[in-house]
């Protein structure tokens, strides 16, 4: 017999199929229940409403980003700025990979889609974008105190200053349908940022 666990996970994984592809207005609650497997009334038995789903969603997406990251930004054998550089070459090489040139970022794409509408997504998105942005603070930190960096920022700056671009890398990603964005992205901070 199934447990509540799997019957909420499995909203959950289908949420975010539907949700990341599509967006959060283009999403219904009928689409993602079908995508389950479950009946709709069970939706309300796990999920207030469709705001608190989204929000348990990008929690999901979250922490599987977060557990990418730490496979690639934890291996102290590899200098720190190196790891960084690896980090962003392998979600490029993905993007490349794949062609489509879309999705993007999915907290960044439900802030701009609800960030004006709804705070409690919007305030969501920046925690999630925020815990994102830790794990690379963590290794420029680190490559400061090796001495490895010659930019003068303080660590958490410089980490925000990382993200922000690669969002925007992402987003004009998506508007071109093209990977350039991406690999000027990957190519000034592997020669300018990270030196």
Known sequence: MESKTDKKNRMIAAGLEIMYRKGYNATGIQEIVDNAGVPKGSFYNYFKNKEQFAVEILDHYTGEMLA???????????????????????????????????????????????????????RAAEASISRMTGPVEACLAEARERGDISIVYDASILAVYIQNSWLGALMRMKASKSGQSLKIFLEVLGKVILR
Not at 84 to 104: M, S, T
Not at 107 to 121: F, V
């Open 68 to 122: 990418r990251q730490e496979t690639l930004l934890s291996d102290a054998s590899v200098p720190p700025l190196a790891r960084i550089e690896n980090l962003y070459k392998a979600f490029v090489d993905e993007y490349l990979r794949e062609g489509a040139f879309c999705l993007g970022c999915f907290a960044a794409n439900l802030s701009q889609e609800m960030g004006d509408t709804s705070e409690t997504i919007r």
